[in-house]
Structures are given as structure tokens and as C-alpha cells.
């Protein structure tokens, strides 16, 4: 499945974004004075092949959740407990990522791709894919947890395969259910430690760069947290010409799974729209995969934890809000979905100057 999936992702279509761009310049409006929105719309058509590209008018935003065994070594000071909590928030349509999905008109899957404590009860497997209304929960565990890096590899390379073939699954299930666009979501106690080690292995940026506070830790423990990805990534000496092999060795299940997710809607010629600090990691891990799968790559915030934007500049990718968010979840890629859709829109709706009369300079 990963290497039929990496095989079927191509380059951006040069013909469609020069569409694009020769359209931009005949819209009723001042050359580039939509700024970034007009690049945006351009990598779009890009992407679909097609000017105007689609609008993304269903949205599906994927939730990976995972446990890490490098909790025990303190990097967080909440319980691992609170991943399966939040998995039951997420369900009871109670948490942040909820809210914004509401007024997004958004779906919302949450998949247990490697939880260690037993989940609540939640709606059926079998509930309506794209259903904005009804939270869904996919139970595709990997194992219960990872491994603790700092003492051997966090995955085995078959148990991180089986990750990114989780998230490719799902990329093709949302977008056979008629998704336009996918939103990346994660929940998991501990998982900003793996994510700036993978972006300190995918990037070459020293682990005090790459590593943020995550849900709010003090100076001791940051300390801590940096030693401990700069001690991980001594130990391992991940490859980025290997990337199962990275996600193996410092990576977490929701990781290896967010980037079979990027993979797939890259494959499917489908945008996807990143999320923060967890996210990015995975981009990271996907581009090096395949690394057209940029083309597919939306950047939907620019995340507090610094690792994100040590990504972001890596993959080319420029955030489209900033906000000093670092909740995680999908609630940053949520926020910038209606700036996706303006951006396609334009191309769609608005006149021309000839079939509106308006006079150019």
C-alpha cells in the first residue's frame, strides 16, 4: 500500500497553475493585491490539476491519537490517562476541536491508532463518514503505546508501517465518502517530545530550536525535555534518507499515521490541511517519503512550539494565520479552512474585467 501510494503521487500541474495565475490577473481586482491568497489558489489548481481547482466544501478533519513511552521520562506533567479522557471529550462533541468542526460544518474522526488506557464508549464505527454532526471513532490500534526512546526504538519498522498504512486508509475512506479537503488532527499525552525529535532528525536544527514547552511545562523540566531529544537522537542517529526508519526509531503511532494520512490525500490529489507542531513533524516524515507530497500541503497556523516553524521553513510552507496557538487537536487547521475556501473562491465568483464592464489601468 505505501509504495502504490507513493508511486501515484505527481508533481503540481505547471499548465493549471499558469491558468490560474493568467485568471488572477483578468479578476476585478489589482494585480496580487489578494497577496498570499492568490499563491495559495494558484498551488491549489496546482494540485487538482484544474483551474478553478474544487472548492473544498466538505471538510473532514482526522484525529490520530497515540500514547508515548517517553512520558516516563517527566516531559509533561499531565497524566497519560488524559489522552483516552479527551478521546471521550472529543466524542461527547465537548472539546475545542468540536466546537470549531461546528462552525466549520466539519466532520470529525477520531482514530485510536495507539491509545495505552482503555477508551470510553463512543458513536459506532459504522456512523456516517462525513456526518458534521456526529463524531466518528475508528479503533486501529497499532499497540497500546510506544516504546520509550530514550532506552530502545519506539516502534518496530513493520509497527510504524502499520501506522502509515492507517493514515492512508483513512485518507481514502474520507475522501471516497466525498471529502475535498483533510484536516490533520492529533491527540496525545507526551507526543511534542517525539515531534521535535523527528523535526531535529528531519531538518538538522539543534534540539533546543526544535523543542517547545508543549502544554505549558516549566524551565527544569524544558531542560529536561531538550536533553531528552538531544540524548534520543545521539542514541538512534535517525536517517532522513529513511523515514519508516526515523518514525521507528523517535516517532509516535499518531505521527506515522498523520503522515500516511498526508501521503494518501497527496496521492488522491486531495489538499490537506496541517495542524501545528504534530502535524508538521509528520509532513516532515511524508516529504521525505515522497517529496511531491508538498504540493498537497496546506499550513494552517504557525504554532507557538518553535519546532513548528523550523518545519514549516524546511517543507517551504508558509503558515496562513498565526495566532500563538498550541492546543493541537486540528483547532489551527479549523480556523484557517474558511481562508482555504475564500482563497479557491475568488477564482470561482468573481468577474473578469471584460464580463464586468470595469475598465483596466
Not at 501510494?5 to 489578494?34: F, Q, Y
Not at 532506552?151 to 483513512?170: H, K, P, Q, S
Request: hydrophobic residues 50%; negative net charge.
Amino acid at each position: 500500500m505505501l509504495e502504490t501510494t507513493i508511486a501515484a503521487i505527481r508533481p503540481a500541474d505547471d499548465a493549471a497553475m499558469a491558468a490560474a495565475r493568467e485568471l488572477h490577473g483578468r479578476l476585478t481586482k489589482p494585480a496580487g493585491s489578494l497577496g498570499a491568497l492568490e499563491e495559495l489558489s494558484v498551488r491549489l489548481a496546482g494540485l487538482a490539476g484544474a483551474c478553478p481547482p474544487p472548492l473544498p466544501e466538505r471538510a473532514a478533519v482526522a484525529i490520530f491519537a497515540g500514547d508515548h513511552g517517553v512520558h516516563a521520562q517527566g516531559v509533561s506533567p499531565w497524566p497519560q490517562e488524559v489522552t483516552g479522557q479527551m478521546i471521550g471529550s472529543f466524542l461527547a462533541g465537548g472539546a475545542v476541536v468540536n466546537a470549531f468542526a461546528r462552525q466549520a460544518g466539519a466532520s470529525v474522526t477520531v482514530v485510536d491508532v495507539g491509545v495505552a488506557t482503555p477508551l470510553p464508549a463512543g458513536p459506532p464505527a459504522d456512523a456516517s463518514v462525513l456526518d458534521p454532526a456526529v463524531p466518528r471513532l475508528v479503533v486501529a490500534s497499532v499497540r497500546r503505546g510506544t516504546r520509550d526512546f530514550t532506552v530502545t526504538a519506539a516502534l518496530t519498522r513493520d509497527e510504524a508501517l502499520a501506522a502509515v498504512r492507517t493514515g492512508i486508509r483513512i485518507a481514502d475512506e474520507l475522501i471516497d465518502a466525498g471529502a475535498d479537503i483533510l484536516l490533520t488532527g492529533d491527540m496525545g499525552i507526551g507526543n511534542t517530545t517525539p515531534a521535535a525529535t523527528l523535526i531535529a532528525a528531519f531538518t538538522g536544527a539543534d534540539p533546543l530550536d526544535a523543542t517547545g514547552r508543549g502544554t505549558g511545562i516549566d524551565d527544569p523540566t524544558y531542560a529536561h525535555k531538550v536533553a531528552v531529544v538531544r540524548a534520543a537522537l545521539a542514541r538512534h542517529a535517525p536517517d532522513p534518507a529513511d523515514p519508516l526508519g526515523v518514525l521507528a526509531a523517535v516517532g509516535g503511532l499518531e505521527h506515522a499515521a498523520l503522515a500516511g494520512l498526508i501521503l494518501g490525500a497527496a496521492a488522491r490529489r486531495t489538499p490537506v490541511l496541517l495542524d501545528g507542531v504534530i502535524a508538521v513533524s509528520a509532513a516532515l516524515a511524508a516529504a521525505a517519503f515522497a517529496p511531491d507530497a508538498v504540493c498537497a500541503m496546506v499550513a494552517g497556523h504557525r504554532s507557538a512550539e518553535p519546532g513548528a516553524t523550523a518545519a514549516l521553513r524546511h517543507l517551504g510552507l508558509d503558515p496562513l494565520i498565526d495566532l500563538g496557538l498550541r492546543l493541537g487537536e486540528g483547532t489551527g487547521a479549523l480556523l484557517a479552512l474558511p481562508v482555504v475556501t475564500g482563497a479557491v473562491r475568488v477564482l470561482h465568483e468573481v468577474a473578469t474585467f471584460d464580463s464586468a464592464g470595469v475598465a483596466e489601468k
